[in-house]
C-alpha cells in the first residue's frame, strides 16, 4: 500500500493507527470503522438446531428503535426480502458482548447485524465481487453506517472475501428460520418464512420486580379488559413479572389494540406474541 512521503515522516505507532483507520482492517482486528450495534432489551439463548421457545422475546426485538435521530421498524415478515448495498463486519471488539436479541456475541459464528429483518432470520449473503456465498443469522441490529446494509461476524466476512478490504457489494436474500440441519456440517438445510403478523399475541402494560405488586395490578385489569395475566421473565438484570391484556391472533390488531390504551393512560403499551 503506497501511502506517499508524508507517511514516511510519521513515527510507526502513528502510522499504524492510521492505516487502520482508512484502509480497512486485518485479520485479527476489527473493521475499519466503530459500528453501533442497538444493545439488547431481552435476553435469550440460541443454539444450533432449535429455536427459541419465548416468542415473545422474539417479538421484543421487534419494537421500534432511533439511533442518530433516525427510526427504524423492523419488518413483521421476511418473507421475499432481497435487498442489495455494502456488506461489513464487525470481531474482536465486540466479541463476547451482548447481541440486541440478548446472545452473547460469538465473532467465530455464522451470525450478523441486520437493521430490520426480524430477529434469528438467516439469510444468504452473495458477494457480487468474487460470487462467494455464505448462509448467516440475523441477532443483533446494524450496521448504522450509510450505504452498508448487513454487518458480518468476523468468520462469515472471512468466508465471503471482506476481512481484507473491509466492505464489498453484496445482495441478502432471507431464507426464513431455520427448520433442519445438517448432520454432519450443523449447517441449516431447510428454511420457514418468518411471519410476526400472525400467532398469538397480547399487549404489555407494564412490568414489575415484586410479584405481588404484578397480581395487584393484573386483578385491577382483569376487571375491565379480557385475558389479564402476568408472565415471569428472567435476565441478567433479575426477575421481572410482565402484565399483559388481549387476545390476539394476528400483530395488526394488537397494535392497533396498544395504541388505543395508550390514549387512555397506559403510555407504555406495546404488543407481544405467546
Known sequence: ?????????????????????????????????????????????????????????KVGTQKPYRVKGVKYTPIASASGFVQKG???????????????????????????????????????VHNLENNRKI????????????????????????????????????????????????????DPITFKPIDYWKGNFTVQVGAFKVKSNAEKYRYKLSKSYQNAHFVTFTDDRGTFFRVRIGRFTNLKDAIRFSEKIMTQGFDRAFAVAE
Open 135 to 186: 448462509v448467516v443469522r440475523v441477532n443483533d441490529r446494524g450496521p448504522f453506517v450509510y450505504g452498508r446494509i448487513i454487518d458480518l461476524s468476523y468468520t462469515g466476512a472471512k468466508r465471503i472475501g471482506i476481512v481484507g478490504p473491509g466492505t464489498t457489494k453484496v445482495r441478502i436474500t432471507a431464507l426464513g428460520r431455520a427448520t433442519s440441519y445438517s448432520k454432519k456440517t450443523k
Open 86 to 124: 455494502l456488506a461489513s463486519w464487525y470481531g474482536r471488539k465486540f466479541h463476547g458482548r451482548k447481541t440486541s436479541n440478548g446472545e452473547t456475541y460469538n465473532m467465530y459464528a455464522m451470525t450478523a447485524a441486520h437493521k430490520t429483518l426480524p430477529m434469528n432470520t438467516w439469510v444468504s
Open 1 to 57: 500500500m503506497y501511502c506517499g512521503d508524508f507517511f514516511l515522516k510519521l513515527k510507526p505507532v502513528i502510522l499504524i493507527l492510521f492505516i487502520l483507520i482508512f484502509f480497512g482492517c486485518s485479520a485479527t482486528l476489527d473493521s475499519s470503522y466503530d459500528p453501533i450495534h442497538i444493545p439488547s432489551s431481552e435476553s435469550s439463548t440460541y443454539k444450533t438446531g432449535t429455536q427459541s421457545s419465548g416468542s415473545q422475546k
